[in-house]
């Protein structure tokens, strides 16, 4: 079985230009979440869907990102315009339950740096 | 006040010891605990959780909880080199789960 998958792996884009990441959970988990460590920092929590309407964006942290699910599969999260202070990995995980139990997965994440 | 606090470390345990991680939290209405373990580039995995008071135990690891101090300990008997990674504790009240900083393990050969 397919784990989560996160596209791209490494992102490099310059300060100003947009970037999309991508999120496949696992088939069947209503609930995927977006995460990002920003170096030297601990995981932050930025959004929580359930299937395909957000349950809580409480930390996103200002208008620049946009994160969809539509049809409440695949999620993407649109960085836009990307900022220096944006530079992390941003990991996706899925849940078939409420909250990150015991069957939360990650992704392997994806690196963005902002240069 | 951090949500959830870890000391960063690193935490450097010869083989075969006792590696003893901490973490406390502040919000008293947490139900769920997590503890990750992440290898450098990999992403964070799943290793134990609790919600009850007391100790929870699998394997090599033991989880203790105690929810009147806020706090809640992972535990690692006969540390491996292959144990070295970050242990990342995690707290949940709800939908949303809080991730502590993480702390560095060095299990040295």
């Known amino acids: 079985e397919a784990g989560v998958t996160q596209f791209p792996s490494h992102s490099v884009i310059e300060k100003g230009q947009t970037v999309t990441l991508r999120c496949d959970p696992i088939s069947g988990h209503d609930n995927l979440y977006w995460y990002r460590r920003v170096m030297g920092k601990e995981i932050k929590f930025l959004l929580h869907?359930?299937?395909?309407?957000?349950?809580?964006e409480s930390g996103m942290p200002n208008n620049r990102f946009l994160a969809e699910r539509t049809g409440g599969t695949y999620s993407t999260l649109k960085v836009q315009p990307a900022e220096l202070e944006d530079s992390g990995v941003y990991f996706c995980?899925?849940?078939?339950?409420?909250?990150?139990?015991?069957?939360?997965?990650f992704g392997q994440g994806t690196r963005l740096t902002v240069v | 006040q951090k949500e959830v606090e870890q000391n960063s470390g690193p935490l450097s345990v010869p083989e075969g010891a006792i590696a003893s991680l901490n973490c406390t939290y502040s919000?008293?209405?947490?139900?769920?605990f997590f503890w990750y373990r992440q290898y450098s580039g990999k992403s964070p995995e799943l290793i134990m959780f609790?919600?009850?008071?007391g100790d929870k135990e699998d394997g090599r690891f033991t989880a203790q909880l105690n929810k009147a101090s806020q706090y809640v300990s992972l535990l690692i008997r006969d540390s491996q080199p292959s144990d070295s990674a970050t242990y990342l504790c995690a707290v949940s009240g709800g939908f949303k789960t809080i991730f502590g900083a993480g702390t560095r393990l060095f299990v040295k050969a």
């Open positions: 609790i919600y009850s008071n």
């Open positions: 919000d008293r209405g947490s139900q769920s």
């Open positions: 995980a899925s849940s078939p339950q409420g909250a990150l139990g015991t069957e939360a997965f």
């Open positions: 869907f359930v299937k395909e309407s957000k349950q809580d």
